[in-house]
C-alpha cells in the first residue's frame, strides 16, 4: 500500500485542492480519501474549463476515482446529497464514485443550531464543532445510523484490505484547514475540531510506513478567517487581498492578511514530516513588488521575488535537508 498526503501548513485556503488535483491529473491513484472537516471547508477546483467548489467530496471524482469520506469526517446528509446533485448536473459521477465511511459522523439540524450562535471562535457556522464534541461524547449519530446514506457507505477495513489487494491500493489523503487551525497545534481556542496534520489520515486504516510523500501547501503570505484579530497595520493587505481574491469560499468572508511567519511554517514542516513544499500565489507579491515575511519575530523584506524565494527555500532545506520546494503563481497549473 502506498499513501500520499497533502496537507495545509498555514490556516487553511492554501490551495490544497489545486495541488490534489495536480496529483490526481500526474499519478495513478486508486483511492482518493478525505481525511478530517466536514462542509466547513471548500476547494476551489478548475477540471475542464469549469470552476467547481468542493465542501464534503474529495477531488478524486474528477478523475473517475473513488473518492471516500472518511471516519475523521463530519457529514451533512442535506449539503452532501445537493454537492453530488450539482456534480452530477455538471457532468461529473460522483453518485457512482463518492463513499463514505459508516463511522462517520453526522451534523443534524440541532448541531447547526447550536454552531450558529458562536460569537467568539467565529467558526462557519456549519455544524462542525457541535457534531465532533457529540462524537467524543459518545452520543453522536453516525453515517450508518443514517438510512438514505446507505448506498454511500463503505467499512474502511473491508474496502482497502479485504475488497482490495492492498499492494495495489494507492491513496490520495486530501485534508481540510490548516495545521494552524489544528486542535491540538493550532492558537487554541481559535482552531478547528478536527486534527488537521498527518495524523489524522493514517487513521483511515494506512500504516504509517505506508506513507510515501507528504505535500505541504503554504502561501508565501498568511491568511485568516475567524474571531480573532489576525492582520498587520501595513495597508498593503488590503490590495493582497483584493487582487489576490481573498474570500472564503465557503461563506465568502473576507480574510484577514499578514506576511508569512516562518516559525509556524518550519514547525509545521517539522511535525508533518513534509517532504514536497508548493508555496502558492508568489505572483501577488511580486505584482505588487513586495517582498517580506517574520522570523524568530524578525520581519525581514527584499529586494526582490528572487531573493525572498531563495531564501525560504534554503531555510525550508536547514529543516528537512531532502525537502524539494516549489514556487506556484494563483494560476491553476502548479
Not at 477546483?45 to 464534503?56: L, Y
Not at 477531488?59 to 446529497?81: A, E, L, R, T
Not at 536547514?318 to 506556484?328: H, R, W
Request: a negative charge; glycine letters at 10%; hydrophobic letters at 35%.
Amino acid at each position: 500500500m502506498i499513501a500520499d498526503v497533502v496537507v495545509d501548513l498555514q490556516y487553511g485556503d492554501c490551495g490544497k485542492g489545486k495541488v490534489a488535483h495536480h496529483l490526481l491529473n500526474n499519478n495513478h491513484y486508486t483511492h482518493v480519501i478525505r481525511y478530517n472537516g466536514g462542509c466547513n471547508a471548500g476547494h476551489t477546483i478548475f477540471h475542464g474549463g469549469k470552476k467547481f467548489i468542493t465542501h464534503h467530496i474529495p477531488c478524486g471524482v474528477f478523475y473517475g476515482i473513488k473518492s471516500i469520506i472518511g471516519p475523521g469526517c463530519v457529514v451533512n446528509p442535506k449539503k452532501f446529497f445537493e454537492e453530488i446533485e450539482d456534480l452530477e448536473a455538471n457532468g461529473i459521477s460522483a453518485s457512482e464514485l463518492v463513499k463514505i465511511a459508516e463511522n462517520a459522523h453526522v451534523i443534524t439540524d440541532f448541531h447547526l443550531a447550536q454552531d450558529g450562535k458562536d460569537e467568539d471562535i467565529g467558526t462557519t457556522k456549519r455544524g462542525n464543532g457541535p457534531a465532533y464534541r457529540d462524537k467524543y461524547a459518545r452520543r453522536g449519530i453516525r453515517a450508518c445510523d443514517v438510512p438514505e446514506l446507505a448506498p454511500f457507505l463503505v467499512d474502511m477495513y473491508q474496502e482497502l484490505y479485504e475488497d482490495s489487494n492492498p499492494e495495489k491500493v494507492e491513496i490520495l489523503f486530501e485534508g481540510a484547514q490548516g495545521f494552524g487551525l489544528d486542535i491540538d497545534w493550532g492558537d487554541y481556542p481559535y482552531v478547528t475540531s478536527s486534527h488537521c496534520t498527518v495524523g489524522s489520515a493514517i487513521l483511515n486504516g494506512v500504516p504509517p510506513r505506508c506513507i510515501r510523500d507528504i505535500y505541504g501547501v503554504a502561501k508565501v503570505y498568511e491568511t485568516y478567517v475567524g474571531a480573532k484579530e489576525f492582520e498587520g497595520d501595513d495597508p498593503i493587505f488590503d490590495l493582497i487581498r483584493a487582487k489576490g481574491e481573498e474570500y472564503g469560499s465557503t461563506t465568502g468572508r473576507p480574510r484577514q492578511i499578514n506576511w508569512m511567519d516562518f516559525d509556524l511554517l518550519k514547525m509545521a514542516i517539522r511535525i508533518n514530516g513534509v517532504n514536497k513544499l508548493i508555496l502558492n500565489k508568489t505572483d501577488i507579491l511580486d505584482d505588487l513588488e513586495s517582498w517580506t515575511l517574520y522570523n524568530e519575530d524578525t520581519m525581514y523584506e527584499f529586494k526582490n521575488g528572487e531573493d525572498f524565494q531563495y531564501w525560504i527555500e534554503t531555510k525550508a532545506k536547514e529543516v528537512n535537508p531532502e525537502i524539494q520546494t516549489t514556487f506556484s503563481s494563483s494560476k491553476y497549473a502548479i
